[in-house]
Nanobody, 118 residues
Framework: QVQLAESGGGLVQAGGSLRLSCVAS????????MGWYRQAPGKQRELVAD???????NYADSVKGRFTVSRDNAKNTVFLQMNSLKPEDTAVYYC????????????WGQGTQVTVSS
């Protein structure tokens, strides 16, 4: 089992910034990628950004140039720096980790609310 602990969500005005953090612990083995997804009310969960153990990043078009994903491999932690936030970024943000430990795994955090007011 892998546990994910997220932090950093909250309420911010449009144009502001937030930084999300997610720490993975437990039977981690080899992490392939960590990342962030979000789900707004009435919408499907979507990828925001992820990063592989080698540092390759992938972003949703809607956040390119505003959000930055990064990792501290030694601490099994992934960050999401969110700048120039917009009301449409309001959602529950979920941390995700994919890896291998006696087989592949895919775990989710409990989610953290990000609310951007106009």
């Amino acid at each position: 089992q892998v546990q994910l602990a997220e932090s950093g969500g909250g309420l911010v005005q449009a144009g502001g910034s937030l930084r999300l953090s997610c720490v993975a612990s437990g039977s981690i083995g080899s992490i392939i990628a960590m990342g962030w997804y979000r789900q707004a009310p009435g919408k499907q969960r979507e990828l925001v950004a992820d990063i592989t153990s080698g540092g390759t990043t992938n972003y949703a078009d809607s956040v390119k140039g505003r959000f930055t994903v990064s990792r501290d491999n030694a601490k099994n932690t992934v960050f999401l720096q969110m700048n120039s936030l917009k009301p449409e970024d309001t959602a529950v943000y979920y941390c995700n980790v994919r890896g291998r430990y006696w087989g592949p795994y895919d775990y989710w955090g409990q989610g953290t609310q990000v609310t951007v007011s106009s």
